[in-house]
């Protein structure tokens, strides 16, 4: 692979992890709005959230499984953005609460075939390279929380609808895509082969797997619940309920940064 596709293929993975992360960061950072909107309560959340976990998890297996031993990567994935930007613009301007549990399939659909394809597209980038760059992809979602969170903060402090910062961010989301697929890895540097049937993984996977769990629930939990804590619990004005996220994410940025140097 020469440094000009490289390069490329970087940003591109990079922007599929930021673009999708700051739209739903910034629905998270408006979350303790969204509840007063619809008169729900945390466990209606709750369920909310459940149903975008089942639907994430049903999406990822499919999309791995199926669609990008047909398809390659880079169409799942850029496809995927436009389902996550137009779906959680549904959440934040749909009337009832059925509503948003019905909004919440699309948008784990989406996620299900975004954050894992663009892992998988991320690997392939190493492979062909020899560089090591899950850092970065990884850096994208933190970066993506940051923004996000600070651009819920803008929309309450200034009284601005939700609805048309997130149609806007929909609509932006097909350039977006347009330019990860354009930019990303090339149609031969692309995956090839069959995928993996359904079945027990090894041992030593579970126990990675394990692991995986307990880092991304944990992480979940913070980004899922800060805002309406700190906004319930603390007291904080809405504007500022999403700093739990702006400050997480943060952390991130950083030992994401530094995190390349200590594997070389």
């Not at 137009?86 to 059925?98: A, G, I, N, R």
């Not at 797997?209 to 979940?220: E, M, R, V």
Request: charged letters at 10%; aromatic letters at 14%.
């Amino acid at each position: 692979m020469d440094k000009k596709t490289f390069r490329k293929a970087t940003i591109a993975v990079v922007i599929c992890s930021s673009y999708p992360m700051l739209v739903v960061g910034c629905y998270f950072g408006l979350i303790p709005w969204n509840i007063e909107r619809l008169n729900i309560d945390e466990s209606d959340l709750g369920f909310a959230i459940l149903t975008f976990g089942i639907f994430f998890l049903i999406s990822n297996q499919i999309a791995g499984r199926i669609l990008v031993p047909k398809f390659g990567t880079k169409i799942v994935m850029t496809l995927a953005m436009t389902i996550i930007s137009f779906s959680t613009f549904l959440l934040v301007t749909l009337p009832e609460y059925y509503m948003l549990l019905l909004a919440s399939i699309p948008a784990g659909l989406g996620w299900g075939s975004s954050g894992p394809i663009g892992s998988i597209h991320a690997q392939l980038i190493e492979r062909h390279s020899g560089r090591i760059i899950a850092p970065y992809y990884a850096m994208g979602f933190n970066i993506g929380i940051f923004v996000g969170g600070g651009l819920a903060g803008l929309i309450l402090r200034n009284n601005i609808n939700p609805s048309t910062i997130f149609i806007a961010l929909s609509v932006f989301s097909i350039f977006v895509s347009i330019f990860i697929y354009k930019t990303g890895l090339p149609k031969h540097l692309d995956f090839k082969g069959e995928g993996e049937k359904l079945k027990l993984p090894e041992k030593n996977i579970l126990i990675f797997g394990f692991l995986l769990f307990a880092i991304f629930g944990s992480g979940g939990i913070i980004i899922d619940w800060s805002a309406l804590w700190f906004s319930k619990e603390l007291k904080t004005p809405l504007y500022l309920s999403s700093m739990g996220l702006m400050f997480f994410s943060s952390g991130g940025i950083f030992a994401n940064l530094f995190s390349n140097q200590l594997m070389i």
